[in-house]
């Protein structure tokens, strides 16, 4: 099953507005910091706290978010994403492909510890996320 979810991405605050959601809106927070990752240790010691993935499910709302990592700064335009997350890796091979004609590429699809990840900008400066899960065992 496919989903299309909001991503949001903050400068370091990100544990605290998720905190903020849940408790404003009800619903399970699942989050993982940097230092809790498979990535913990390539990971500087001053970025060890910041939250790479987070996701609050709040009856079918679903909101997910991280801190931005390296240069990036939060500014009008670049802190929310659409993310397409679904179990088959080809459904999503096929999204990616097709909305990122005419667009820019700025992680390709790959495999990581959590799934299939990758990101673009389309033609028309929308942000776009896909995610598929990793097989279960």
């Known amino acids: ?8 991405s903050f400068a370091g605050n ?3 507005a998720m905190e903020f959601y849940r408790d404003s809106l009800g619903g399970k927070l699942d989050l ?7 990535m913990a240790s390539q990971t500087p ?8 993935h987070s996701l ?12 931005m990592m390296g240069q ?12 397409i997350n679904g179990s088959d890796k080809k459904e999503i091979e096929v999204y990616f492909r097709k909305l990122s004609a005419g667009g820019k590429v700025t992680n390709p699809l790959s495999d ?17 996320m896909f ?3 990793k097989p279960k065992p």
Do not use: Q
């Open 1 to 8: 099953m496919k989903r299309l979810n909001v991503y949001l």
């Open 14 to 16: 990100c544990r605290a």
């Open 32 to 38: 993982m910091t940097m230092g809790e990752s498979p």
């Open 45 to 52: 010691p001053e970025s060890k706290n910041r939250v790479m």
């Open 56 to 67: 609050l499910d709040a009856d079918g709302m679903v909101i997910m978010a991280s801190d």
């Open 72 to 83: 990036d700064k939060p500014v009008k335009g670049n802190t929310v994403s659409l993310c």
């Open 112 to 128: 990581t510890f959590f799934g299939t990840y990758g990101s673009l900008t389309d033609k028309f400066g929308v942000d776009w």
């Open 131 to 133: 995610e598929a899960d």
